[in-house]
């Protein structure tokens, strides 16, 4: 079946390290996501693609930068990790279909823990 | 600016009872209200969505409302069942630079006790 798979699924870091979170899929679809999740503050956007030359800042891309290497890649990257930004990032596409807003389609999570 | 409210933060109910849960938007302008089921430990996956040319749509026990001249949204999920334990999301599309986005509540833990 077509899925959104990342990795690492776990990464436990330093603070200062610099750590690249990667997404891939399947599903043929232009539009990727990556999204952080912290409890009580539900998924926040920090950036997205709509196509491999587009990349878009979302509501907390400070600290963060990304790189759309494909139509199926979309990597993360903290390049100076800081202990706030530990948490459960997602990484989500969807297709553009008729235009019209349609599902994302979320990967399986990676845990990140910055010491 | 762009803020989508979500409440109750967590709801428990008995197997069989209804739940409600009531998302509230900021920007008149959004047209498409989607909803997540996050189960413990899994990836969110949608469960219904609605338009804003609608202002209701049902599907088995699951059902959404949508009241865009108030700018909220609700969730209704009826006969509870253990398996609806998880943690739900609303969302709301914005516009911004020319692109559609989703911004999402900041969830519900809803608890169904057998």
């Known amino acids: 079946d077509a899925d959104v798979t990342q990795t690492p699924r776990n990464r436990i870091t330093k603070t200062g390290k610099r750590i690249m979170l990667e997404c891939s899929q399947t599903?043929?679809?232009?539009?990727m996501y990556w999204y952080r999740q912290d409890p009580g503050l539900g998924l926040r956007l920090i950036y997205y693609?709509?196509?491999?030359?587009?990349?878009n800042k979302g509501e907390i891309s400070d600290g963060y930068s990304v790189s759309r290497q494909a139509q199926a890649k979309f990597s993360l990257s903290l390049e100076s990790a800081i202990p706030n930004q530990t948490a459960l990032y997602f990484c989500?596409?969807?297709?553009?279909?008729?235009?019209?807003?349609?599902?994302?389609?979320f990967g399986p999570g990676t845990r990140l823990t910055v010491l | 600016g762009e803020n989508v409210e979500q409440h109750p933060s967590t709801l428990s109910v008995q197997e069989g009872d209804s739940a409600v849960i009531k998302c509230t938007y900021s920007d008149s302008a959004s047209n498409y209200f989607p909803w997540y089921k996050q189960e413990l430990g899994k990836r969110p996956q949608l469960i219904i969505d609605i338009r804003s040319n609608v202002g209701e749509k049902k599907d088995q026990r699951i059902a959404v409302t949508l009241n865009k001249t108030a700018k909220h949204f609700s969730l209704h999920i009826t006969e509870t069942q253990p398996e609806d334990s998880a943690v739900y999301f609303c969302?709301?599309?914005?516009?911004?630079?020319?692109?559609?986005?989703?911004?999402f509540g900041a969830g519900t833990r809803l608890a169904v006790h057998p």
């Open positions: 989500a596409t969807s297709d553009p279909g008729t235009g019209v807003y349609n599902e994302q389609f």
């Open positions: 969302a709301a599309s914005f516009l911004s630079g020319g692109y559609n986005k989703l911004i």
């Open positions: 599903k043929g679809h232009d539009r």
């Open positions: 693609s709509f196509d491999v030359k587009d990349i």
